[in-house]
């Protein structure tokens, strides 16, 4: 069958089609190809017409009005504008001229849409003709008029007949005669469905007071008096059953009631509120089931809240009530949150078009808020019909790899199959530059984030099957006034198809201004069968950066100028010249990389200086554009790009050489750059015009180099470093503060990649053993740059991965702080449930502390080989070091503590049962005994080559750190038995009850003469109660931070001595678990060891064999006396009641603040006592027999079981709002424990029991 000519179509099927053409240059030239195209094209290309009026062009409108122009029979809307020009002198009677020439010579009865879109006063003669000749108007509007025609109005003959069609009214009052004309339009349009409100009385030249404007709480105000007169009283009149309402610049406060009296707000699908106070008040009265929406499909609102986010509140409210909302657009200012997920997800199978934006200071777009990663993914997820969305996206920079939340925002929009328009309203920053960009500069590089854009969509359409619909994303949000005009505060880019010399084709980002982007064919066209002209879906522009409201429907293309002029403000970076700045920006770039070296070097390009020869014009293109790889218009120079880009067009690249290596050339420049040294190693530095190029294709391409940066931000970091040493050092006492403030301060973290790699492991052990504290200052600074503390903790890791890299155990410069790296890392693993990273980060540890000698006494830097050189046939030295080494005191002290929190460590998790024996560390013996326990004095005290001593009446923190070493170092004489005859067995009973009696005491001996300030006070001396808590608790959310934590800022004396005092707390609370856990755990293996002695056989048979080795501890055995049992257990049953006692004491005592820092650790030991005191069986119970404090003891145990996580992320990540939910519940739970303490102590603690 031949193919069909398009001109052999029928008259319908062509006409269908050309109503998918949108451009009217498109349909122009549709109506020159031939008469039936011309009659055909003609009917939309005149549909809606838009003239301005006022200018010397009105002198053309005679051939437009031309009756022999078949498209003025086909004119169906009108809009008129003020033309812009610069004499205004006498526009308006002008304009009003040429209005009444129009009026004149248009065909009767046509129109069914006339809009005067200035403010200024319209002609009243004007009015009269317009209701005498067109009486099928669909639309009228309430303006402001140049004189009374009220009257002669009425006495148009059929004037009833000019309001049988309408269904829309456009009310825009501003005076009292306004008011009185939009009376009579509400009251003659019996058939109105959609009425757009909007007041501007601000802006009158006589004012009206707003207390006789507005509606009061003693009746109606003039505004809602005068223009719905006459349907007094509103108590009992017929409300009107409106399909679309829209209110601006409304007083709601207490006009709510009338206005629902007023009108059905059920059977209303649209609702738009701009600018109007008290409108929560109309959101909570539309909440109420006998007004509430049954099918609404739009809601806009634009709103300024107030302090309580009353506003805020009464819409997610109103969301969660209604169903089946297509468009939402909610643009909030001084709002302390974004709405909630949870009522947007509710009409995720309708929902179509989503604006959200929220400030919390009006006018400045760095407070716009930003959805956290989880609400922003479930919403996407929840929603796939969108087909248009503008939210604000975490900060990223243009100059460098998009940000990893940026990053993650963007994947979430893979599960938008149906997306067409993206609106990004945060615009990228230059980060690190701190140089201002030319707007062209910004703009090219935003087109390339852009074409990535569209690129990334094909690639998630292409893994799910399908084709990709995104064909438009704007950065910024608009701030235009006229529908007709480009707006200053956006950036449009449409997505087109390059095709290159080989005939692939790719996606293209191109720019366009705000008045082309109707002409984009954006998504599926309407399938009405009537001619009308496709409007496109709006790129919001509802942030409040702008100032700027909703536009109006898509078939309402009235819209008045309601904005304040828009301050100049300088919304991109701008500078005079751009070489310079290239230059700058590639500088930086450099330091970045390469900050802080030793040696400055000098990069300029070797093509620079005064014996440069020639430019070489063998190739065509520029450097520029040869740098950048796109095509050059050799016109040059400059050519076109270079000028485009104000850089400077040269030719000074040297030609690549094509064709097979010349290796013997190659050798020689080799072996000249060996011996000259290279003058081009390391990036380019731009020294000339010609390197401008590279500058900015590096900028915008290049990976970032590895620093703190690639973390959080540095606010965020220097408050995450000073939370590590107020919180975890107390507990981990290394690194050795001064030394890393002071590296810290240089940023040798740009260049020194093991101080990077500890950096990070420190900020991860500090986020995943006390998540809360860092996540107030992620929302309070970044805004949910993470989703959860836990990506964070992912994060640190990689950081500490890539900075250490391969073979970093090989180096020759390992160091102690390396093991601290180790450590820290182990300990993350562990409270990320990730057990094996656990083992082999604190196997690390222990192997680099013995690969350095740090866990020897003395002769640190000596290692004895013995025969193993022989052996393997060396004839060196039998050792390896010297004895004469001597360790400088940081590194000596900080090995200490290492090695003896490494010890605890693995002393608590055997104490836990884990069975990890790789991490054994073997008991002191005389050949071989343990390091020292480290000098009880700080940090500040300690020099490389001297010590100072410790300020008199200043207890160290370091004492702390050691008392809870001697607690576990106590029983090391039952630790030895156990490696040696296993846990739990029973071997010889006299001498294992003498070493649990034994470790017993010294346990309970290590507590004595400790400091105050580390004591648990039992008894207040005045009082009879606890007189522990100097302050009172302040729950861990973002409001009590400063309040809550008084050591924020360091600064003073007083904060230092808050910090300090909170440091011995925090000590003080891990000082107690851990006496009381290694208490517990000696009286509960007596009495485990104990039981299997019951159901022995002979006592003989147990001692035979192994009493050679037993006697082996009696030199660790103090008292070699006889025991005897009945008195032992009788001791062991009292200690069992008084760790009762102390149990209760501590946990009534401790401030819970102080409990936190101390992350699962604290809520294991003190349940696992718990658990095993509620176990003990009735006969065992001393004499309080436990009764007595097993209510409070069994509500202690609920409460920090709910605390302890069981998982990662302590929540199910598959949860809605899993994050938030878990934090919650965490706070409640921490309220009840704080509630259980207060009962307990107003009933005297222990002590109201005796």
């Known amino acids: 069958m031949a193919g069909l000519n398009f001109m052999d179509l029928s008259v319908d099927i062509k006409t269908l089609i050309v109503q998918h053409v949108i451009r009217p240059t498109d349909l122009k030239n549709l109506c020159l190809v031939c008469k039936q195209l011309h009659e055909i094209s003609v009917r939309q290309l005149y549909h809606e017409v838009t003239l301005d009026v006022g200018s010397a062009n009105d002198n053309k409108l005679g051939a437009f009005l031309n009756p022999r122009n078949i498209g003025l029979k086909h004119v169906r809307k009108l809009d008129l504008y003020l033309a812009d020009v610069l004499d205004k002198c006498n526009q308006l009677q002008q304009a009003h001229f040429a209005i009444r020439m129009i009026l004149e010579l248009l065909p009767e009865n046509i129109l069914e849409k006339f809009s005067w879109h200035p403010w200024s006063p319209f002609s009243g003669e004007n009015l009269i003709l317009l209701y005498k000749k067109q009486k099928k108007m669909k639309w009228l509007e309430g303006i402001a008029l140049d004189k009374e025609v009220l009257q002669q109005l009425e006495k148009i003959p059929d004037f009833d007949k000019v309001f049988e069609n309408v269904k829309k009214l456009g009310l825009y009052p501003d005076s009292r005669e306004v008011l009185d004309f939009c009376h009579l339009l509400v009251k003659k349009s019996p058939k109105v469905e959609k009425i757009t409100l909007h007041a501007s009385f601000e802006e009158s030249d006589s004012p009206i007071p707003n207390r006789e404007l507005n509606d009061s709480s003693t009746g109606p105000g003039l505004i809602t008096s005068t223009m719905f007169s006459h349907m007094h009283p509103f108590a009992k009149c017929t409300p009107m059953a409106l399909k679309e309402i829209t209110l601006q610049k409304i007083n709601l406060r207490y006009a709510t009631e009338s206005y629902c009296r007023l009108i059905d707000f059920r059977t209303v699908k649209s609702i738009r509120v701009f600018a109007c106070p008290g409108a929560d008040a109309l959101f909570a009265e539309l909440s109420k089931s006998t007004k509430l929406p049954e099918k609404l499909e739009t809601l806009e609102c634009k709103h300024d809240d107030n302090i309580e986010n009353d506003g805020l509140g009464a819409l997610d409210g109103f969301m969660c009530l209604v169903s089946g909302i297509k468009t939402l657009t909610i643009d909030l200012t001084l709002a302390k949150s974004l709405p909630a997920a949870a009522g947007i997800i509710r009409h995720g199978k309708t929902l179509q078009q989503l604006n959200v934006h929220a400030s919390r200071i009006p006018d400045d777009c760095d407070e716009e808020l930003v959805y956290d990663y989880s609400s922003f993914s479930q919403i996407c997820k929840d929603c796939p019909l969108l087909e248009q969305i503008s939210v604000a996206f975490p900060q990223t920079s243009i100059l460098r790899n998009k940000s990893d939340s940026f990053t993650n925002f963007e994947n979430c929009l893979g599960e938008l199959p149906n997306l067409v328009t993206l609106n990004i309203t945060t615009w990228p920053n230059n980060q690190p530059s701190s140089t201002k960009m030319p707007r062209k500069v910004y703009e090219h590089l935003l087109q390339g984030m852009a074409q990535l854009g569209f690129e990334k969509s094909v690639l998630h359409a292409t893994l799910h099957n399908r084709t990709s619909k995104l064909a438009i994303i704007a950065f910024g949000s608009s701030d235009k006034v006229y529908d007709r005009e480009d707006s200053q505060n956006q950036i449009i880019f449409v997505k087109g198809r390059q095709v290159d010399p080989l005939g692939n084709e790719k996606s293209t980002a191109i720019q366009i201004g705000w008045c082309l982007r109707k002409f984009v064919d954006a998504g599926p066209k309407n399938s009405s069968p009537t001619p009308r002209p496709h409007r496109p879906r709006h790129i919001v522009g509802t942030s409040s950066m702008s100032q700027q409201y909703p536009p109006p429907p898509s078939d309402d293309t009235h819209y008045a100028p309601i904005y304040p002029a828009t301050p100049n403000t300088q919304l991109f970076p701008k500078i005079e010249n751009l070489s310079h700045v290239l230059q700058q ?209 992912d994060k640190c890791r990689e950081v500490c991965a890539q900075a250490r890299g391969p073979g970093y155990l090989d180096r020759p410069n390992l160091n102690v702080y390396d093991a601290c790296t180790s450590y820290f890392l182990g300990l993350t693993g562990a409270y990320i449930f990730q057990w094996r990273q656990l083992r082999l980060y604190f196997g690390e540890c222990l192997t680099i502390l013995r690969s350095l000698g740090l866990h020897k006494a003395h002769e640190q830097g000596y290692t004895y080989l013995g025969g193993i050189p ?110 040696v005859f296993g846990v739990d067995e029973l071997f010889d009973w006299d001498r294992q009850q003498k070493i649990l009696e034994q470790s017993l005491q010294r346990c309970k001996q290590v507590l004595d003469g400790i400091p105050d300030v580390l004591q648990v006070q039992p008894k207040d001396s005045q009082h009879g109660k606890f007189g522990q808590r100097t302050q009172p608790y302040y729950p861990p959310m973002p409001e009590y931070v400063n309040v809550r934590d008084p050591t924020n800022v360091f600064n003073g004396m007083e904060s230092q001595e808050a910090r300090r005092h909170q440091q011995y707390e925090i000590q003080k609370a891990n000082i107690y678990a851990s006496h009381l856990s290694i208490r517990s755990h000696l009286v509960e293996k007596y009495f485990a060891l104990l039981d299997k002695h019951s159901h022995a056989r002979t006592q003989a048979a147990l001692q035979g064999s192994p009493s050679m080795l037993t006697s082996g501890l009696d030199p660790q055995i103090t008292d070699s006396s006889g025991i005897d049992g009945e008195l032992l257990e009788k001791v062991m049953m009292e200690e069992r009641e008084q760790v009762v006692k102390d149990v209760l004491v501590v946990l009534g005592s401790i401030d819970m603040v102080n409990m936190e820092p101390n992350g699962d650790s604290f809520t294991q030991k003190i349940r696992q006592i718990a658990r095993t005191l509620l176990d003990v069986p009735k006969e065992r119970r001393g004499s309080l027999a436990l009764q007595q404090h097993q209510d409070y003891l069994y509500k202690f145990l609920d409460v920090l079981s709910k605390l302890e996580r069981v998982s990662p992320e302590g929540s199910d990540p598959n949860t809605n709002g899993g994050e938030l939910a878990d934090e919650e519940s965490e706070l409640r739970h921490w309220a009840d424990l704080r509630d259980y303490q207060l009962k307990f102590q107003e009933q005297g603690g222990i002590y109201g029991f005796s």
Not at 672 to 683: F, I, L, Q, T, Y
Not at 937 to 963: A, E, R
Request: charged share 20%; aromatic share 6%; glycine share 6%.
């Open 870 to 979: 022989g052996a393997v046939g060396s004839h060196g030295p039998n050792f390896e070091g010297s004895r004469d080494l001597k360790l400088d005191n940081i590194t000596e002290q900080i090995g200490r503590r290492v090695f003896w929190t490494l010890f605890v460590g693995a002393k608590t998790m055997q104490q836990l049962g884990a069975s990890f024996g790789e991490l054994a560390i073997l008991p002191s013996t005389p050949s071989e005994p343990l390091p020292p326990l480290p000098l009880e004095i700080d940090d500040p005290y300690v020099y490389p080559q001297d010590i100072m001593s410790q300020p008199p009446g200043v207890v160290s923190l370091i004492t702390g750190f050691n008392t809870n070493v001697r607690i576990y170092n106590s029983y090391s004489t039952l630790s030895t038995a156990e490696m």
């Open 585 to 793: 920006q590639a500088q930086q770039a450099h330091q970045a990389s390469h900050a802080l070296s030793d040696h400055q070097h000098n990069h300029a390009s070797p093509h620079v200086g005064d014996s440069q020869s020639k430019p070489n014009r063998l190739r065509k293109a520029c450097d520029s554009c040869s740098i950048r790889k796109v095509k050059c218009d050799e016109s040059g120079p400059p050519c076109r790009a270079c000028a485009a880009l104000d850089i400077p067009c040269t030719f000074d690249r040297p030609s690549r050489r094509r064709g097979p290596p010349n290796r013997h050339a190659e050798a020689i420049k080799k072996k000249r750059r060996v011996g000259d040294g290279e003058p081009g190693s390391g990036p380019s530095t731009p020294a000339s015009p010609t390197n401008a190029a590279h500058a900015l294709a590096q900028l915008s391409s290049h990976p970032p180099h590895l620093s703190a940066e690639s973390i959080c931000s540095l606010p965020t970091m220097n408050a995450l470093i000073d939370d590590f040493f107020t919180y975890i050092h107390p507990l981990c006492p290394f690194p050795h503060e001064p030394s890393f403030r002071e590296a810290w301060e240089r940023r040798e973290d740009y260049s020194n990649p093991a101080f990077l790699a500890l950096l990070a492991s420190m900020i991860a052990v500090l986020v995943s053993s006390f998540p809360r504290k860092p996540r107030l200052h992620l929302k309070s600074q970044t805004r949910d740059q993470y989703p959860s503390h836990l990506s964070l903790v």
